[in-house]
């Protein structure tokens, strides 16, 4: 079955400070990957998302994530982070073929303090 | 507000009651999907509808669980018999045809369960 780890529960940075969470899924096959974050009272919204191509894809924000195939891991990175990032952020992950459901990490509370 | 609408936001209730949450999706969106998060957790998937089809139940969706979608447009998903253990947020999604093959979903800011 597919699973999402995530290696990090709680993070806590001073502003400026540079960002990397680590996303790491098990399966075999194609798969399709997201990081979605959740802002403090909002919805779960998708940051960036990788399907093909480029292994290094840009979101909002000033985030980015690398796909690394041989590692299985997709991780979160942001070179200067700022008060507004603290958030919770989810890695998901959904094969392909099987668009009908995400399946994610139990995610990564990210702290930033000015 | 165009976006994922979810009633009630907070529900507290004895152990034995019967809830129900709605979800109405974003217009136009023909797949609704229901999560449920517990704390320290990330969502767990619960089922999915296509337009009033339901086509896919999680192993987590007991018998007490159901959820219906009847004119392809609001669901609800009810819960019969609360137990403290179905405490939780649970989340609506919903996706439209531009995104079936991407897996992009676009969430409700959830229904959050209290069993007393």
């Known amino acids: 079955a597919q699973s999402v780890s995530q290696h990090n529960h709680h993070v806590i940075l001073s502003e400026a400070a540079s960002l990397e969470l680590g996303c790491n899924y098990s399966?075999?096959?194609?798969?399709?990957l997201f990081w979605y974050v959740q802002y403090p009272g909002q919805h779960l919204q998708l940051l960036l998302k990788?399907?093909?191509?480029?292994?290094l894809v840009k979101g909002i924000k000033g985030f980015e994530a690398e796909f690394i195939k041989s590692k299985f891991s997709f991780n979160l990175r942001k070179p200067s982070v700022q008060w507004s990032d603290t958030a919770e952020y989810f890695c998901?992950?959904?094969?392909?073929?099987?668009?009908?459901?995400?399946?994610f990490g139990a995610g990564t509370r990210l702290a930033v303090h000015p | 507000d165009t976006g994922v609408s979810q009633n009630p936001r907070h529900k507290i209730t004895k152990r034995g009651q019967n809830v129900t949450f709605r979800c109405d999706p974003i217009?136009?969106?023909?797949?609704l999907y229901w999560y449920r998060q517990t704390l320290g957790q990330g969502p767990e998937f619960l089922t999915y509808?296509?337009?009033?089809?339901?086509?896919?139940k999680s192993r987590l969706l007991s018998d007490r669980f159901s959820a219906e979608r009847p004119k392809g447009s609001f669901s609800t998903l009810e819960i019969q018999r609360t137990e403290q253990g179905d405490s939780a947020m649970y989340l609506c999604?919903?996706?439209?045809?531009?995104?079936?093959?991407?897996?992009?979903?676009?969430f409700g800011e959830g229904s959050r369960l209290t069993v007393l």
């Open positions: 990788y399907f093909s191509g480029d292994p």
């Open positions: 999604a919903s996706s439209h045809p531009g995104t079936y093959n991407t897996g992009e979903l676009f």
């Open positions: 217009s136009e969106h023909n797949r």
């Open positions: 509808f296509q337009n009033e089809a339901q086509l896919e």
């Open positions: 399966y075999g096959g194609t798969v399709n």
């Open positions: 998901a992950v959904t094969s392909s073929g099987g668009y009908n459901k995400l399946i």
